[in-house]
């Protein structure tokens, strides 16, 4: 019983983060943009519990509209390569040979770079913005889809019901479509959790360093960024949203970890 | 199963094709910058002929093929070309730079193993007790908290707080061994902190997978004391998944240190990195892009080297 309780508090993190990002404009908070020279640098407060920022604009409307972006990066990147790379890695496990190489060795390519400095000399070409910095994860992210999806295929085609399937005639397509790739999908579901807490890490820490969101759209990273100046005098701008990234990350961990027990009857429990 | 060299030398071969593979997209992702490389790095000062010479200095007009192939040959030599905007060879300022970064991935690393395979070994050695709950959550926030954010905490609490340790800029070991020491105990604790998360997590992962086995239930029947167990017998079972994971994890420092560096003013490649990308300087982006990442897929390659000349079993996939 005990080891349902945390991918359970997991899961709820997740959907309290999207219930909170999409009702967002109808919650009774400060505009996350209205400038207040008054209250600038205002300690948390009862009204304003995440305190103010040196603009004296609300940290907590900042830190709920960051979570948009966060959220909206992390899962635009994590839709994009699962749409890139499971059918790279289904053809490439279902055809071996020639076919394999050919999509999987470039994919290494991607594979061989840590994934911060891949996604940094990408923005570097594509220049800043939200969208631009989700095209950058999903290219980051493509060759890990497509292995697991391709390890998926490789472990299931030699299956005696997929053979039986191919002895009663079964298309091609019928065959990696309805008989294999069904389970490739849980294996992926795990990986886009984990993937959704690296993007949400990654896109902090690119507009942390000025090359992933542009200034005006609140992001976590560039409200850190911008705290840095202040943290002495101010230092709720740097406690806050780093709390926040750490919240969201620590939620979809939880739910990998326990979509990975739940999902997988094999695995050892525990580990 | 091949012998243990043939095992070596087959992993090198793969090697050079990825080698080649990075060079290829680092270059040609360069090339992919929209507009003129050599309008956007003159800027507003651009004239005709200040744009002419500078494609004439760069080998711009040349087909694509052939400027990669002169690239690839001077890396080759060790010769990376000139930088944009001070004229300066690029291996130089990569030279100057990569001792900082390595002593930080250093320390980095030491941190990471003195933390993290304690942690696994007391939780694993008594599963479900409370030290084995604490190092599954110590475990878990650990990999769940921003690197960056957790240097500027470490950086409010002990340095501008209690003002025990300086907070940024770099002294060379070679000038001030001491100095250079203190600057670099933040740094590689930022770094350290959540990789020792992930490795005492999977120490303990290990552990308890050799605990369970036979010999130790063996030698737990023939009266040996737990102490003696542990070392004697679960350690060195567990050591091997424990080194590897250890490997894996210098090569995600080298991509994590382009922040730490920033948050530290550290001068190593991976600020070089940075730098160079906000001021747009291609070349030099293109040149560390590639060295940080030789460095991470070598790393790796060795980890994977020595895990198989360790454990046979390996040699045999």
Redesign the interface.
């Known amino acids: 019983m005990r080891r349902r309780r945390l991918p359970l508090a997991g899961l709820g993190i997740v959907l309290a983060l999207a219930v909170l990002t999409v009702l967002a404009p109808a919650l009774p908070l400060g505009s996350p943009t209205d400038i207040a020279k008054d209250l600038a640098l205002r300690g948390p407060t009862v009204t304003e519990p995440f305190g103010m920022d040196d603009l004296g604009r609300s940290i907590l409307s900042r830190v709920v509209y960051a979570y948009r972006i966060s959220l909206g990066v992390a899962v635009t990147a994590a839709v994009l390569a699962v749409l890139i790379g499971a059918p790279l890695g289904l053809v490439a496990g279902y055809c071996e040979g020639l076919a394999d190489q050919l999509i999987m060795r470039p994919l290494d390519v991607l594979m061989a770079f840590p994934a911060v400095l891949l996604a940094i000399a990408l923005m570097s070409v594509f220049g800043t913005g939200a969208v631009l910095l989700s095209v950058a994860l999903a290219i980051v992210y493509t060759p890990v889809m497509a292995r697991v999806a391709r390890a998926a295929v490789l472990a299931t085609k030699v299956e005696v019901y997929v053979d039986g399937a191919r002895a009663l005639g079964a298309t091609m397509p019928r065959l990696v479509l309805t008989h294999i790739a069904p389970n490739a999908a849980t294996p992926m579901l795990v990986q886009t959790s984990v993937l959704m807490a690296i993007g949400i890490l990654i896109e902090a820490a690119l507009s942390f360093l000025g090359v992933g969101v542009r200034p005006p759209t609140p992001s976590l990273g560039l409200m850190l960024a911008d705290g840095r100046g202040f943290m002495l005098q101010a230092p709720w701008m740097v406690v806050f949203p780093g709390l926040a990234v750490m919240l969201a990350v620590l939620g979809f961990n939880m739910l990998a970890d326990g979509l990975r027990d739940w999902l997988d009857p094999q695995a050892p429990a525990g580990r | 199963m091949s012998s243990p060299w043939t095992f070596a030398a087959r992993r090198l071969l793969l090697a050079a094709?990825?080698l080649l593979?990075?060079s290829?997209?680092?270059f040609g992702?360069?090339r992919?910058?929209p507009g003129d490389p050599a309008v956007v790095v003159l800027g507003y000062k651009a004239t005709p002929e200040g744009v002419r010479a500078l494609r004439e200095a760069f080998h711009l007009d040349e087909p694509v093929a052939q400027q990669y192939l002169r690239w690839l040959a001077g890396v080759l030599r060790g010769d990376f070309g000139l930088d944009f905007r001070q004229n300066e060879p690029i291996g130089r300022m990569i030279l100057e730079r990569l001792p900082v970064t390595l002593e930080l991935t250093l320390l980095a690393t030491l941190c990471t193993a003195l933390l993290g395979i304690p942690l696994g070994l007391v939780g694993g050695a008594r599963?479900h007790g409370f030290a084995d709950r604490a190092t599954l959550a110590i475990g878990?926030?650990g990999?769940?908290?921003?690197?960056?954010?957790l240097g500027?905490?470490l950086?409010?609490g002990l340095s501008?707080g209690a003002g025990l340790l300086p907070s940024g800029g770099f002294v060379p070991l070679g000038e001030a061994p001491l100095d250079n020491l203190l600057h670099l105990v933040l740094p590689a604790l930022t770094l350290a902190l959540s990789r020792a998360a992930v490795l005492g997590r999977l120490s303990r992962?290990a552990v308890?997978d050799v605990v369970q086995r036979g010999f130790v239930q063996f030698a737990r029947a023939k009266g040996l004391a737990e102490r003696a167990i542990l070392f004697r017998h679960v350690l060195p079972n567990a050591a091997i998944p424990i080194v590897t994971v250890l490997g894996l994890q210098i090569?995600?420092m080298?991509?994590?240190a382009?922040?730490v560096e920033?948050i530290f003013t550290l001068p190593g490649v991976g600020r070089l990195?940075?730098d160079a990308?906000?001021e747009?300087n291609?070349p030099v982006?293109q040149s560390t892009?590639l060295v940080?990442?030789a460095m991470?897929?070598l790393v790796n390659l060795a980890t994977d080297i020595v895990y198989g000349l360790i454990d046979p079993r390996v040699r045999r996939r």
């Open positions: 094709p990825l593979g990075m290829i997209l680092v992702l360069m992919l910058v599963r878990l926030v990999v769940s908290i921003p690197d960056f954010w500027i905490m950086m409010l501008l992962a308890l090569g995600y080298l991509g994590g382009i922040v920033m990195t940075l990308v906000l747009r291609y982006v892009v940080i990442g991470f897929m």
